[in-house]
Nanobody, 125 residues
Framework: QVQLLESGGGLVQAGGSLRLSCAASGRSLRPYAVGWFRQAPGKEREFVAVITWSRWSGSSIDYADSVKGRFTMSRDTAMYTVYLQINSLKPEDTAVYYC???????????????WGQGTQVTVSS
């Protein structure tokens, strides 16, 4: 069982930045693919980014096209916590942001087994 806890959301003006954190409860996330998703009101949950790690090649990160250049995913050394840096925030980035962990490297909700409770990001214009 993997417990995930997101933090770092809030209310920010357009053009601002936030760093979201996703902390695993007492275990490293290295064995898992760890993804960020977001869900805006009335919309389906959508993929944002995913990070994986291997001892041979290190970290690998994949982003949704819609966030490339503004969103940066990273991790701490032991991968107990992963981060999502969001720059140049837009009102359309308003959503609940979730982190998730699973055994598959994918862009779909069903690819992930464990989910956090989410953190709200609200961007005012």
């Amino acid at each position: 069982q993997v417990q995930l806890l997101e933090s770092g959301g809030g209310l920010v003006q357009a053009g601002g930045s936030l760093r979201l954190s996703c902390a695993a409860s007492g275990r490293s996330l290295r064995p898992y693919a760890v993804g960020w998703f977001r869900q805006a009101p009335g919309k389906e949950r959508e993929f944002v980014a995913v990070i994986t790690w291997s001892r041979w090649s290190g970290s690998s990160i994949d982003y949704a096209d819609s966030v490339k250049g503004r969103f940066t995913m990273s991790r701490d050394t032991a991968m107990y916590t992963v981060y999502l840096q969001i720059n140049s925030l837009k009102p359309e980035d308003t959503a609940v942001y979730y982190c998730a962990a699973g055994g598959l490297v994918g862009r779909m909700v069903k690819d992930y087994d464990y989910w956090g409770q989410g953190t709200q990001v609200t961007v005012s214009s």
